[in-house]
């Protein structure tokens, strides 16, 4: 009799797929316009059109307000996890697995309930208390998300097709690794964004702004490879990209922390059911002087300079969206050269598909996100605590001091 292993052996040998992604998908009229052009030309303004366009509707899209960056952060995670998936799917396709592709997309909404209702019972608390339905989903979201995960668990062991247990259960955990770099950290994009609106554009903006130079230095002055997964990334592009996206989020910085629009954190007013951005800013948001080194004074004849404390947060997360984001794009790379595929999909002509424009923001959004919780929200607690000592009564002091 042949055993299971035999059988298992040969269904986990995938077939390369055939990717639709390698389709060129240029709108007629641009590539009429651009007919003559050397390949590496057309493709440089085909991208440089493409990136403009996409630049206008995100600054269009910030101006609609937050209501419309969360449900564009959400469709732009539902198109990522889509493209993952069908890259799976067409790869083991022939095999014909059962319930794969519905329960990848059962999980998708059972990952999306339970991160969404958090955000509902943290950010949306009045409107939770006022509604009798909402205080009992809120009151058992937990147990009703791992139910709801559970449910899926169990339809998945039942779907399990002798000779194909060992790729049936590759396709589980792609569905999982899957959720985790997209729905986990695309759910902190959107924790990033009630933080402020500043910790959403900023962030986003050094990704685009460091992609963007890079490919232009890397286009005119390329010419030492940087890494064997991505042969058209240069140590030039790389560096000259690194100096750039450093001043533009300085720049970036400085504009933004004047307009309490942009660095209030967004809360929700349950009388007039709007979001709202109104506060007094915290002092990150302040401008303050700073004393400059000893060094600095001598060359420039300056010895002090005034700042925004958030210009010099920028340059961290510039610096960070410089040197390790762009090894999201590397791993991207790898992943698209393992099923030996050009691009995610074919959605944005010249750029590929949306998960190719965004492998980096994921990661730069765990990082924002990790710098919040570190340094920014540790140093204002300390501050409030600091004030409040500050206010606290003479007597009550001296009465502490006794105790």
């Known amino acids: 009799m042949e055993g299971e292993g035999d059988g298992d052996s040969k269904a986990d040998t995938p077939d390369v797929p055939l990717s639709s992604a390698d389709t060129d998908n240029t709108p007629q009229c641009l590539n009429k316009a651009l007919e003559g052009l050397p390949p590496r ?32 952060v959400m469709s732009v995670q ?60 809120a009151r058992y979201h937990r147990f009703i998300s791992f139910a709801l995960y559970l449910a899926g668990f169990c339809m998945f062991v039942l779907s399990l097709v002798k000779k194909h247990y060992r790729l049936q259960f590759y396709m589980f955990a792609w569905t999982h690794v899957t959720l985790l770099i997209v729905v986990t950290q695309s759910h902190l994009v959107i924790q990033n964004l009630f933080e402020g609106m500043i910790w959403f554009i900023v962030p986003i903006s ?18 030492t490879p940087l890494i064997k997964l991505s042969p058209k990334k240069t140590w030039e592009g790389f560096i000259g990209g690194f100096f750039s996206t450093v001043v533009f989020g300085f720049i970036l910085a400085y504009l933004l922390s004047q307009f309490q629009y942009f660095v209030c954190p967004v809360g ?10 109104e506060c007094e800013p915290s002092d990150i948001f302040v401008m303050q002087e700073y004393t400059l080194p000893a060094a ?16 010099i947060h920028s340059i961290f997360l510039s610096s960070f969206g410089s040197l390790i984001g762009p090894f999201g794009g590397f791993f991207a790379s790898g992943f698209k050269r393992a099923f030996k595929i050009k691009d995610f999909a074919n ?10 424009r965004f492998d980096c923001q994921y990661l730069m959004a765990t990082f924002t996100h990790v710098y919040i919780a570190s340094f920014i929200s540790l140093y204002l607690y300390y501050i409030a605590v600091v004030n409040i000592m500050m206010s606290t009564p003479l007597h009550l002091s001296v009465s502490f001091q006794r105790i």
């Open 206 to 223: 050094i990704v685009i702004c460091n992609d963007i130079m890079a490919y232009l230095f890397g286009f005119f002055f390329g010419r």
């Open 296 to 311: 600095i004074q001598n060359t420039l004849r300056w010895k002090t300079v005034n700042l925004y404390p958030f210009q």
């Open 347 to 356: 959605t944005i002509p010249g750029h590929g598909g949306i998960m190719d």
């Open 78 to 137: 539902i198109k990522c996890f889509q493209e993952i998936i069908t890259i799976g799917y067409r790869v083991y396709h022939s095999y014909e697995l059962p319930w794969f592709r519905t329960l990848s997309w059962y999980f998708l909404i059972c990952v999306n309930y339970f991160f969404y209702g958090e955000t509902v019972a943290d950010y949306f608390g009045a409107l939770v208390q006022r509604e009798e339905p909402l205080q009992f989903l």
């Open 41 to 72: 030309w057309k493709n440089y303004w085909i991208r440089g059109v493409l990136s403009l366009a996409m630049i206008f509707g995100f600054f269009l899209i910030i101006y609609m307000g937050p209501i419309t960056l969360i449900l564009v």
């Open 268 to 277: 929700y007013n349950s009388e007039t059911n709007s979001f709202t951005i």
